[in-house]
């Protein structure tokens, strides 16, 4: 079964040349990886398949869903409950505590499971910070906690944008390693977006983007 | 986690942008809250001792300082008229006056005014005797309630009276009896409250023997047969004074009305009408109000301002926690929601400071007033304009808030995000 498809594609920035993409399938629990270089227009990719950004021609189906057809609150609450996101750096509603911070995820989606937020944050490792702000966290807990907020709504799939390009090779692999299992034990098919050719080998299922 | 927790928190977050726009909001509201309460209570107050008089007679002056000084008992009277001047306003068969108080002033007992008067006083202030009896003969007294409250006075206690209306030992009558407490009346709420009452005749006697004293300089006079009871000021003979006399008349006629005319321009007393010199005192007190009021409603305006301010500019640092909140799940309209949240919330709690903030100082200011001018006032009452304060408040928060809550919505999500 296919979790994310496209089809035809592409995306102009106002003023700007139109990008194409090509046709994307990933099948349900398939890890994949989406490569290019920078300014191929990865990020945009990533943005489009999540719902961020609007394609002017073409369609994302996730999950049985074609989002492109989405818009507004409906668009937002499928997001929320569907794609988990994990950004390069990681940002956090920085007036709350990483538990909070988990829990509000879970609110705009519409359930509370505090189970399923210590299980997250037992697994990775930074239960001993669930009532810290996340200004105190380190930049390994930040982003360990940006993993744990992704899967809170134990999503279908989750997007990684970048989630190694400012690590060393022992982190990198230590991360990608972290987010598999993570992925597996939701239930959830990852997809990464990256410049970062160290990454290439962990995945079977790799899509090239040219610039 | 509700929604008003997480506002709370996030305002908790930036506390210095939102303490100015709180103190600032506190402050108008307060202002404002405060205003009320002292018209309400300046009004009621004076209001509620106006009695049914309709005209006061007395010493010629200031007939507002007349009115303050024989109604109100605060400032000084403006002296004394000859009884035989107003015995014709005294005859119960007057076609129209219906009923006529006399009022003798200018002693007092530890800050209390002492006032002679008749016993129709009490149904004049619609008083009742609480416990003892009503005075009937001279010196003997009957205590309003805050009187005896505050100097903690029972049936049977002597006191000397003194002076003026300072609490001043060096302006005692010393050489004159001792009054005699016979009894306490019920709370009433108006000014007769404040005062200890006995007979008008009592004060001939002691300032008969402050001017003996002077005169011949006697060391010892022994006063205790004027502990009689009176006779009605009206059969009283000679020329002896008393300083008002407060009139209620059977109809306002035209007859009246020309009463106070006729005893202005012919004889040397002063006639004045209480309603019409109090809404003159209004008046007065009416256009400072109204500058202090435009006072705090700019504050107020300009709290709002700074709510807007403290919120815009909270975006702008928060502009990647929005987008954030998309991405989980958050619709524009959440984020709209939560922005006027703030502003509303802002509102509300400077709107509780500044309205604790009023009642509180009004406590202050009435335990003040009521030492000096022996009036009550309150802080502990609530107003239904302060519920419109309240609408009035969260208004401009919802004001303030619209336009940072619109720009918050329309946070280009993708933008934010790919800038990092």
């Known amino acids: ?110 359930r509370i499971d505090d189970e399923l937020i210590n299980q997250l944050l037992e697994r990775l490792q930074v239960i001993h910070k669930a009532d810290a702000k996340t200004t105190t966290l380190s930049v390994g807990e930040q982003q360990r906690v940006a993993i744990a907020r992704a899967l809170v709504n134990s999503p279908r799939v989750i997007f990684a944008d970048e989630p190694t390009s400012a690590l060393d090779d022992a ?35 790799r899509i090239s983007l040219s610039s | 986690m509700n929604l008003l927790r997480f506002t709370w928190k996030n305002l908790r ?7 100015l726009s709180l103190v600032l909001f506190s402050l108008g509201v307060g202002l404002i809250s405060l205003l009320f309460l002292l018209e309400d209570q300046l009004q009621d107050n004076f209001e509620k001792n106006l009695a049914g008089v309709d005209l006061v007679i007395g010493a010629k002056g200031s007939p507002l300082q007349m009115i303050l000084s024989s109604m109100y008992h605060i400032d000084a009277p403006t002296g004394n008229i000859p009884i035989s001047e107003i015995r014709p306003f005294l005859n119960p068969k007057h076609p129209l006056i219906e009923s006529a108080l006399p009022i003798s002033l200018g002693d007092s007992y530890r800050g209390f005014r002492i006032v002679g008067s008749s016993t129709e006083i009490l149904d004049w202030y619609e008083a009742s005797i609480a416990e003892g009896e009503i005075w009937t003969k001279n010196f003997d007294v009957t205590l309003g309630a805050a009187v005896a409250g505050t100097l903690d006075m029972k049936i049977g206690d002597r006191f000397k009276s ?72 009206i059969e009283e003979e000679g020329s002896r004074d008393i300083t008002n006399l407060l009139l209620r008349f059977r109809g306002h006629n035209f007859q009246a009305l020309n009463m106070q005319r006729s005893i202005n321009e012919n004889t040397d007393m002063q006639a004045a009408t209480p309603a019409i010199e109090i809404n003159r005192l209004f008046a007065l007190m009416d256009s400072g109000e109204k500058v202090l009021k435009i006072l705090a409603y700019v504050i107020v305006l300009v709290s709002g301002l700074s709510i807007f301010i403290a919120l815009f500019s909270s975006l702008r640092e928060r502009r990647y926690e929005l987008s954030l909140l998309r991405v989980m799940g958050a619709g524009k309209v959440r984020l709209f929601g939560m ?82």
Request: hydrophobic share 40%; aromatic share 8%; net charge negative.
């Open chain 1, 1 to 110: 079964m296919t979790i994310v498809q496209t089809k035809d594609l592409s995306f102009a920035y106002p003023g700007g040349d139109e990008i194409q993409f090509p046709n994307l399938a990933v099948t349900d629990r398939e890890h994949s990886l989406i490569i290019g270089d920078s300014g191929c227009g990865k990020t945009t990719l990533l943005h489009l398949l999540s719902g961020l950004r609007r394609p002017s021609r073409g369609t994302v189906t996730i999950a049985d869903k074609d989002i492109s057809a989405m818009s507004g609150t409906p668009l937002d609450v499928f997001r929320g409950s569907t794609i988990g996101m994990i950004f390069q750096t990681a940002h956090f509603v920085r007036a709350l505590s990483v538990r909070e911070n988990l829990r509000v995820a879970q609110q705009l989606t519409g």
């Open chain 1, 171 to 205: 982190n990198t692999g230590r991360v990608i390693d972290l987010l598999i299992e993570q992925a597996d034990r939701q239930s959830a098919t990852l997809i990464v977006v990256t410049h970062d050719q160290r990454l290439k080998d962990r995945f079977t299922n």
């Open chain 2, 13 to 19: 977050y930036r506390p210095l942008a939102m303490l």
């Open chain 2, 162 to 233: 003194s002076h003026g209306f300072l609490d001043d030992e060096d302006m005692a009558h010393d050489d004159v009896q001792d009054f005699v407490v016979r009894g306490i009346l019920n709370r009433t709420g108006s000014v007769i409250d404040q005062l200890i009452l006995t007979t008008p005749q009592t004060y001939w006697y002691v300032h008969e023997v402050s001017n003996e004293i002077d005169a011949t300089n006697s060391d010892h006079v022994d006063h205790d047969h004027h502990s009689e009871v009176p006779l009605p000021l």
């Open chain 2, 339 to 420: 922005i006027i949240l703030e502003g509303l919330f802002l509102a509300f709690i400077g709107y509780l400071i500044g309205t604790v903030l009023a009642h509180l100082g009004m406590e202050i200011i009435g335990r003040i007033l009521s030492a000096d001018y022996r009036y009550s006032f309150t802080g502990i009452t609530f107003l239904t304009k302060e519920l419109w304060l309240l609408a009035g408040a969260l208004l401009i928060g919802l004001v303030a808030s619209f336009i940072p809550a619109q720009q918050a919505a329309q946070t280009d999500i993708a933008e934010t995000l790919s800038r990092g």
